[in-house]
Nanobody
Framework: QVQLVESGGGLVQAGGSLRLSCAASGRTFGNYAVGWFRQAPGKEREFVAAINRVGSYTNYANSVKGRFTISKDNAKSTVYLQMNNLKPEDTAVYCC?????????????????WGQGTQVTVSS
């Protein structure tokens, strides 16, 4: 079992930046691959980005490619999502999810653990 806690959300203007953090409990975070998802009101959950357990592979949704960067610091048991050039359509609750897996991950991965989410609001 692993517990995930997101932080770093807030209100920014279009074109601004935020860095989200996903902090995990336990000493075995290096065994977990992590994905970021978002959900806006009235819309379905959407895959954003994912990273494998050692941080050597990343996967991005086309809508965020070139603007967002996912990274993993196993020493700090934390995954980050650096979001640059934010757009109003990025407004959503962002959640991180983890799975104990040595494989590359993406939108079809079955994640076992989910955080509570952090709100990101981008004004025009």
């Amino acid at each position: 079992q692993v517990q995930l806690v997101e932080s770093g959300g807030g209100l920014v203007q279009a074109g601004g930046s935020l860095r989200l953090s996903c902090a995990a409990s336990g000493r075995t975070f290096g065994n977990y691959a992590v994905g970021w998802f978002r959900q806006a009101p009235g819309k379905e959950r959407e895959f954003v980005a994912a990273i494998n357990r050692v941080g050597s592979y990343t996967n991005y949704a086309n809508s965020v490619k070139g603007r967002f960067t996912i990274s993993k610091d196993n020493a700090k048991s934390t995954v980050y999502l650096q979001m640059n050039n934010l757009k109003p359509e990025d407004t959503a609750v962002y959640c991180c999810a983890a799975v104990q897996s040595p494989f590359n991950v993406g939108p079809a991965t079955r994640y076992d653990y989910w955080g509570q989410g952090t709100q990101v609001t981008v004004s025009s």
